[in-house]
């Protein structure tokens, strides 16, 4: 007989999220992704009619765990701005039933912010001290909630465009989220001397440029919807150190990479490492000579994992 799956909103999913070891539960699917536990097949990308928008399916496959899943999220186009939403479907692999709908963006936030936290652990030298995010939203509030226990940082410093415009009450929100944390009005104030920038916008275009920078850093990035978006820019790839969260699917989906392919010569076997490989030994650490760039297009095991733990939890008496 069909069951219907247990319904989760975003009010509940932010309850949940909170009681569970989210970067844990990330590093473990990264392990069974290089032991052959889990399948990530390739993000599909859907264009709706006449320009109005996409959608974008993440799929996955978590055997240990018995369950698949997939994470479906549009890019509406409107005239007062795009709308994004994003909901998760676990199934189970022994019934065939649904177990679980979930509203995806708290989700869709803490893996985002998780798995940076688990390349920062993995890539960043020992020595790391200064800490860079760019970005003021719920994204960028996640990675810092993240890797604030990562190394003993001596400054964590946050820039936005938008932090001119935020009223006081905003700004008073975000000091408080760590006593280190200062907010830098420049940009070029504040990555000096970094030595991990967290990338954590929106952005189409790039927001950085690696090359200008006064010493080797860890630079971290993450995606949007917007087609081909990028932090970085793309002709600056050949001199990076590059790693993603999996190589089987990044360089498709990443802006950058892309663009570098077909402008700059770049090719995606100089990858160094994904995090299966990573998290396995299967992959060499960066040298700390020259810049490292993490590049995450979000998996859909992550956001499946996540909904396996928040379904247990929730069953829980």
Not at 193 to 207: E, K, Q, R, W, Y
Request: net charge negative.
């Amino acid at each position: 007989m069909s069951s219907t799956p247990y319904l989760i909103a975003q009010p509940e999913a932010r309850q949940l999220l909170g009681q569970i070891d989210v970067p844990q539960i990330l590093r473990k699917l990264f392990r069974d992704l290089a032991a052959g536990l889990a399948v990530q097949p390739a993000q599909q990308l859907v264009e709706f009619p006449q320009g109005a928008g996409d959608f974008i399916n993440y799929l996955g496959v978590l055997a240990e765990d018995r369950v698949y899943g997939v994470k479906t999220s549009p890019y509406i186009v409107r005239a007062e701005g795009p709308l994004v939403t994003a909901w998760t479907l676990l199934m189970s692999m022994d019934s065939g039933q649904p177990l679980l709908l979930c509203d995806a963006a708290e989700l869709t936030t803490a893996r985002t912010a998780a798995t940076t936290a688990v390349a920062v652990e993995a890539l960043a030298t020992p020595e790391a001290r200064h800490l860079t995010i760019i970005g003021s939203g719920a994204v960028a509030q996640a990675h810092l909630h993240y890797v604030k226990d990562l190394r003993p940082w001596q400054s964590i410093r946050l820039y936005s465009p938008s932090l001119a415009n935020k009223p006081a009450e905003e700004l008073a929100q975000l000091q408080a989220l760590d006593p280190r944390l200062q907010l830098v009005p420049e940009l070029e104030a504040a990555v000096e001397d970094a030595d991990v920038i967290m990338l954590c916008t929106s952005s189409a275009g790039p927001v950085i440029d690696p090359r200008t920078l006064d010493k080797p850093a860890l630079i971290t990035s993450i995606s949007t919807n917007a087609p081909r978006a990028h932090e970085v820019p793309p002709a600056a790839l050949p001199e990076l150190q590059v790693y993603c969260d999996y190589r089987r699917t990044t360089p498709g989906s990443a802006g950058e990479m892309l663009i570098a392919g077909e402008q700059h010569g770049w090719d995606s076997a100089a990858i160094l490492g994904d995090l299966p490989e990573l998290l396995s030994g299967q992959a060499r650490r960066p040298s700390a000579e020259r810049h490292v760039f993490f590049r995450s297009i979000g998996l859909g095991l992550e956001d499946i994992a996540l909904a396996n733990a928040l379904y247990h939890l929730q069953r829980q008496p």
